[in-house]
């Protein structure tokens, strides 16, 4: 196995001149160096052959001895020194102070193709971040990190990957719904990746500190590798900066209202800085359209973390950001030009998002009032999201509202519910979308076509993660690998596996793994 291994968070910015492994307060450093711990027995579950690829990976490199004791974190690689990140954060709202990579441990950047990657494994001991925490993952949320990135990328939703999903050997005590009945779960170890780990909260620990010379040599670092085009200097370039950050987190946000997927943790210390979709932990996806849901049962009182207020949440971290950088620039005024941009232009790109999963290629100014009424029409009894725009690509300009309605049959919860005010309130809708279609040119299956490549037929359904977990404990892996297959291709019709087309079986609406979630993982 041979990597083209190129450091440079390690190797441009400040260490940890401490390099023991016990928790505490890290100061005037971006990073601690840390070995892996050496799992007890490593092995291979799962390895995506496509994120092998691109790090220049062949088959036969997965297949060897080195591969599993690197990505296991049993052996390191030579001429590397991995590293765990400093970071604080606002966690659900407030400041948390530092944080840290707890569990997470940088192995080394690659260079193939002209791309650069970093290799960060999950759960692979503890670091002088980890509290008073052990450092470990297990299985259950390892399978969740490692088949969601993955198919998230194939959504062609910004995000970081997971290369490897392994089993460490070891056990690992976890309180799943914190109610007092810790239990031992097997132990894993994910392997994850992205041009950079770099998130909100590196910048903030450093504002929080008044530490301006380390937060101008990251904010440097970072701009000078993964915003290139910024060819400013000093405060110009931190501004330019921040609304690069602007637009890549709201892009990132619309894809996620886009698919349905709801995060579940947007604390600052689990937002990229490159606007990637980072910390697959209590996340869910949206069955049911209802945008005050949220997967995660340790916000379940407040729901901040919602679906429909996933958008407003960007924002507030987005100002936090704001006020971390102000300590290079010293003025308010451009961040707040930024933010207010942000306000706006949310309103436009989800305008034009929904529009696309409607099949409006003409832009009409009413159609914020389709959408409106849209959204407030899937709530008013419980339709799946996935199916309903995946069906209404079937309708036809010709069609009365009564035929699309059989058309969506298969997206309400409960069909025969679709009764009175219910059934008038849609018939409405949908006779508005009819008359709004007529003005459009492309015919029926070009339409569709167009919508099934916004709309995905096929996305990683709470039990359907669940089920992967189940088979697992058991020893049956190959689910992973089914899943894994068909999120390859989540617009693709895919006619041999419609069985995933389907709304949440019963049984899964209340199970815990399914419905509700905590950040035990
Ligand atoms: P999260 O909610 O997963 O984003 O984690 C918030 C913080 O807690 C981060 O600093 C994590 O590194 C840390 N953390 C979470 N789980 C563990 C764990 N099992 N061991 C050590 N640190 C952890
Ligand atoms: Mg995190």
């Excluded at 207020?309 to 971290?317: A, K, R």
Aim: glycine share 6%; hydrophobic share 40%.
């Amino acid at each position: 196995m041979k990597l083209h291994i190129n450091d440079t968070f390690n190797k441009e910015l400040p260490a940890d001149k401490n390099k023991n492994n016990y928790p505490r307060q890290v100061m005037d450093a971006c990073f601690s160096y840390v070995t892996p711990t050496v799992p007890a027995q490593p092995k291979l579950l799962h390895v995506s052959t496509e994120m092998a690829a691109l790090l220049g990976l062949s088959e036969t490199d997965i297949a060897s001895q080195t591969f599993l004791d690197v990505f296991t974190g049993a052996k390191t690689m030579e001429g590397t020194q991995a590293y765990a990140m400093c970071y604080g954060g606002h966690q659900f709202g407030n400041w948390a102070g530092q944080l840290g990579d707890g569990r997470a441990i940088n192995l080394a950047e690659v260079l193939h193709n002209k791309q650069r990657w970093a290799l960060q494994l999950k759960g692979a001991g503890h670091t002088p971040y980890s509290r008073s925490a052990d450092g470990l993952a297990v299985l259950r949320s390892s399978i969740r990190e490692h088949l969601c990135s993955e198919a998230m990328f194939h959504l062609g939703v910004p995000t970081t990957r997971s290369l490897a999903l392994s089993l460490s050997g070891n056990d690992v005590l976890r309180d799943v719904m914190y109610n007092g009945n810790a239990a031992y779960e097997k132990g894993a170890i994910v392997c994850r990746v992205a041009p950079s780990f770099i998130r909100f909260g590196n910048f903030q620990i450093f504002a929080s500190r008044n530490d301006s010379s380390n937060l101008k040599k990251l904010s440097d670092y970072t701009i000078k590798h993964f915003f290139p085009s910024i060819k400013s200097t000093g405060k110009e370039s931190y501004i330019a900066f921040f609304n690069a950050v602007v637009n890549q987190t709201l892009a990132m946000i619309i894809h996620w209202q886009r698919v349905g997927f709801v995060h579940g943790v947007m604390n600052t210390d689990n937002m990229s800085i490159l606007g990637l979709t980072i910390d697959y932990g209590p996340y869910g996806w949206l069955e049911n359209y209802d945008k005050d849901w949220t997967p995660n049962t340790t916000d379940g009182q407040q729901r901040r973390y919602r679906f429909g207020n996933q958008p407003m949440v960007g924002l507030w971290n987005l100002y936090q950001l704001a006020n971390a950088l102000y300590l290079l620039v010293g003025e308010a005024a451009p961040f707040e030009a930024a933010l207010e941009r942000y306000k706006q232009e949310y309103e436009t790109a989800k305008t034009t998002m929904m529009r696309a999963k409607l099949g409006l290629a003409l832009e009409e100014e009413k159609d914020v009032d389709l959408i409106i009424a849209l959204e407030k029409t899937l709530a008013l009894i419980e339709t799946d999201m996935t199916l309903f725009f995946r069906l209404l690509a079937n309708t036809h300009k010709t069609d009365e509202a009564q035929a699309v309605l059989s058309k969506l049959k298969a997206a309400f919860y409960e069909p025969t519910t679709l009764t009175g005010d219910v059934l008038a309130q849609w018939t409405t809708w949908l006779q508005t979308y009819l008359s709004r279609l007529q003005k459009e040119i492309l015919v029926a299956e070009e339409r569709k076509n167009q919508m099934n490549q916004v709309n995905p037929k096929y996305v990683l359904r709470n039990y359907m993660a669940q089920l992967a977990i189940d088979a697992a404990d058991k020893g049956d892996y190959s689910l992973i690998e089914n899943l894994y297959q068909l999120l390859k291709q989540p617009y693709a019709e895919q006619v041999d596996q419609e069985k995933w087309f389907a709304k949440r079986p019963e049984w899964a609406r209340h199970k815990v793994g399914c419905s509700m979630l905590s950040c035990s993982s």
